[in-house]
């Protein structure tokens, strides 16, 4: 139903910055619910950040908030993630999701996937 392409991953040392982008073609509307997560090696997936586009409303987790911001550009069907004072634990695949925006914002089972982009921060 909705196709998700991410971009903007890749090394960087420990206090520096990325930006990630996802790009939503398809059936997209107001209605959706968009957001990243990400999975580390071995590691179950887990929630970063999200935004519900019919109210604007924001969530982080609370290991990236105040360092990660999401934004987005409802013409263009994108969402950005803004990462700034990266960590090695940050190492991750991220994932964009998007859903209805009647389900949980943080639930990590839900709705559509992109492939991934890999982020690696060296210390």
């Known amino acids: 139903q909705v196709q998700l392409v991410e971009s903007g991953g890749g090394l960087v040392q420990a206090g520096g910055s990325l930006r990630l982008s996802c790009a939503a073609s398809g059936r997209t509307d107001s209605s959706l619910a968009m957001g990243w997560f990400r999975q580390a090696p071995g590691k179950e997936r887990e929630f970063v950040a999200g935004i519900r586009w019919s109210s604007g409303d924001t969530y982080y987790a609370d290991s990236v908030k105040g360092r990660f911001t999401i934004s987005g550009a409802n013409a263009e069907n994108t969402v950005t993630l803004q990462m700034n004072k990266l960590k090695p634990e940050d190492t991750a695949v991220y994932y964009c999701?998007?859903?209805?925006?009647?389900?949980?914002?943080?639930?990590?089972?839900?709705?559509?996937w992109g492939q991934g982009t890999q982020v690696t921060v060296s210390s």
């Open positions: 999701n998007a859903r209805s925006n009647i389900l949980p914002i943080t639930a990590t089972n839900l709705g559509s």
